[in-house]
């Protein structure tokens, strides 16, 4: 999808596959056939920049055509390179990071008034907790006792233009969540049973909003793009791809 539509963001895109394989599978109550289900739970992807692993997930879910997948990043085509709404199972267009956390925070809360049962969950990048906004996010969140929300991050130790500890560094970042009040576990992001386990414990703490810290590798998968800041950015070309394809497990 990324090499056809001249896109980036691959390695983004592999640092959550699990996660996002895991929450689409056996986490998230949905609807396919019904994506404005009421009582559905919300899924805010708020580094936006990785929309193609989720595009993929909502697919093979059954959301829309696995074949429009080849659309993705093209002209016209409503798959566009970063989240956008007009996807059936996409609650909210992200991309511009910061912002993801807030939306649900004021989803979660709506759920609490309303009293109804569904959860929110929004996947972070860890990058993106360099913005001010998240921070406000998280005092806001425990303040509401919000434990139908779960915020994921996905700490794959690199964003943009550096590894995260060079950039702005964030540890310890479970100690400063707890200092927030909020209920925290730290995880193998790549480990289906690691993730299902704790994704089956929720709230973590009733009263308190659930962080899970997600340790993770950019670029997963694939020996060239793993833990290279080179594929935030990059696209593979056609020999690239190749090889990557030959080590990802096959969907056959």
């Given amino acids: 999808m990324v090499h056809r539509a001249h896109s980036s963001h691959i390695g983004s895109g592999l640092s959550i596959a699990d996660l996002i394989a895991v929450l689409y599978t056996e986490v998230l109550r949905m609807d396919p056939g019904n994506p404005g289900w009421a009582e559905r739970d919300r899924f805010v992807l708020s580094k936006g920049h990785a929309c193609a692993v989720h595009y993929a997930a909502l697919a093979l879910r059954g959301f829309f055509p696995v074949e429009e997948l080849q659309a993705f990043g093209q002209e016209g085509s409503r798959l566009m390179a970063h989240s956008s709404h007009h996807v059936p199972g996409v609650e909210f267009s992200t991309g511009s990071l910061g912002h993801g956390l807030g939306l649900a925070c004021g989803k979660a809360l709506a759920a609490k008034r309303r009293r109804s049962p569904w959860r929110v969950f929004t996947l972070l990048s860890d990058g993106e907790l360099d913005e001010g906004s998240i921070w406000e996010a998280?005092?806001?969140?425990?303040?509401?006792?919000?434990?139908?929300?779960?915020?994921?991050?996905?700490?794959?130790?690199?964003?943009?233009?550096?590894?995260?500890?060079?950039?702005?560094?964030?540890?310890?970042?479970?100690d400063k969540l707890r200092a927030f009040n909020w209920a925290v576990r730290e995880i193998d992001g790549h480990d289906h049973g690691q993730i299902r386990a704790a994704l089956a414990q929720l709230p973590f703490t009733p009263g308190r909003p659930s962080a899970l810290i997600a340790h993770t590798v950019k670029g997963k998968g694939v020996d060239f793009m793993e833990n290279q800041l080179l594929w935030h950015y990059r696209t593979p070309d056609a020999e690239q791809v190749e090889q990557a394809l030959a080590q990802l497990p096959s969907l056959q």
């Fill in 138 to 174: 998280i005092l806001f969140a425990p303040h509401h006792r919000l434990d139908n929300l779960v915020a994921i991050i996905d700490y794959n130790k690199i964003q943009s233009l550096g590894a995260v500890p060079a950039v702005l560094a964030l540890d310890p970042l479970a």
